[in-house]
């Protein structure tokens, strides 16, 4: 039973869509529906992932294939699409197929450049407002170059 139950926990944290700067959201890609996205009002997606995967409850979708997404260009590519979301009110979602935690640290990329935080100040705000995700180290010495 007690094993049930931490199942049920762990797929319950891969379900969560969490808000980790103001418009910006993460998610486990396993979790993601198109019902999740409808009740965060998510108008933009980024997704993470080997192929570009089918949602219908969003019109944009920005794909960064997983095996590219610690590079410069895409860190750029990220911060500035979500930005622009923002600038016309909107909510931007990274998900990712691996975990939420390379969501979270390419989120980082908005945050250092459009919110003037430094990556180690991002970090701590991300471990407070998501705890379960594990940031990519190998991403976040890219992140700390790119800085």
């Given at each position: 039973?007690w ?17 980790i ?6 998610a486990?890609f396993?979790?993601?529906s198109d019902?999740?996205i409808s ?6 997606v980024?997704e993470?992932?080997?192929?570009l ?6 019109d944009?979708?920005?794909?960064i294939k997983?095996?590219e997404?610690?590079i410069e260009?895409?860190f750029?590519k ?6 622009n979301?923002r600038k ?7 998900c ?6 390379l969501?979270?640290?390419?989120a ?5 450049k ?5 990556v180690n100040?991002?970090?701590k705000s991300i471990?407070?407002q998501?705890p379960?995700?594990?940031?990519d180290h190998?991403?976040?010495i890219?992140?700390?170059a790119w800085?």
């Amino acid at each position: 039973a007690w094993e049930r139950k931490m199942e049920e926990k762990r797929i319950a944290k891969e379900e969560e869509v969490t808000e980790i700067f103001q418009g910006l959201y993460i998610a486990s890609f396993v979790g993601l529906s198109d019902d999740c996205i409808s009740q965060n009002e998510i108008d933009t997606v980024i997704e993470v992932s080997h192929e570009l995967h089918e949602l219908l409850a969003v019109d944009v979708v920005m794909h960064i294939k997983l095996d590219e997404a610690a590079i410069e260009d895409n860190f750029n590519k990220i911060a500035d699409k979500v930005a622009n979301t923002r600038k016309s009110g909107g909510k931007t979602l990274i998900c990712c197929e691996e975990s939420t935690g390379l969501a979270a640290t390419l989120a980082i990329a908005y945050a250092v450049k459009y919110e003037g935080i430094s990556v180690n100040e991002a970090v701590k705000s991300i471990s407070k407002q998501s705890p379960q995700a594990e940031l990519d180290h190998e991403t976040l010495i890219k992140l700390s170059a790119w800085e």
